[in-house]
Every structure is written in structure tokens, then in C-alpha cells.
């Protein structure tokens, strides 16, 4: 039996907000219309429309992570 794949990333995924200037985010759920993403170093979740949202790229997602490691290096991020 096949499973059906999600309408949706996985929690923890890297996506990108085009109705954010191209903000990038980690996928923390769907909250009824909308996908509630939050800042990769940290911070306030905002919410985002599924059709303005789209899988992070290999040099965006090594970009997200690099930022991430650099707060952290500042004692920026836990």
C-alpha cells in the first residue's frame, strides 16, 4: 500500500516566504489557511500563505544554517 505524500513540508524543514521578500524559515505547522513559520535564529513565528511558500534551495538552506551557527557563536541563539 502507498502512502499519499503530505500537502505540506515537514516540521523542521527550511522554507522560503516570497510574501516576505524571500525571508527564510523552519516549518513548525499548518494553523488553519496558513503556514506558521519561524525565523531560523529564533524568534517571533509568523504566519505565511501556503501558495507564497516554497522549499528552500541548497545555498539558501547553507546560508540559514551558517547565520544560525554564527548567533550561536555570539550566545545569540540557545
Do not use: H, I
Not at 13 to 21: F, M, N, P, Y
Not at 22 to 30: A, E, N, Q, S, T
Not at 39 to 60: D, F, M, N, S, Y
Request: glycine share 10%; aromatic share 6%.
Amino acid at each position: 500500500m502507498r502512502q499519499k505524500a503530505s500537502p505540506w513540508p515537514k516540521v523542521g524543514a527550511l522554507v522560503v516566504d516570497a510574501g516576505r521578500a524571500g525571508r527564510v524559515g523552519v516549518f513548525r505547522g499548518v494553523a488553519g489557511p496558513y503556514w506558521s513559520l519561524r525565523p531560523v535564529c529564533g524568534g517571533v513565528e509568523w504566519e505565511a500563505l501556503p501558495e507564497q511558500v516554497r522549499p528552500a534551495t541548497a545555498a539558501e538552506r547553507l546560508r540559514a544554517q551558517t547565520a544560525r551557527a554564527n548567533a550561536r557563536s555570539r550566545c545569540e541563539v540557545l
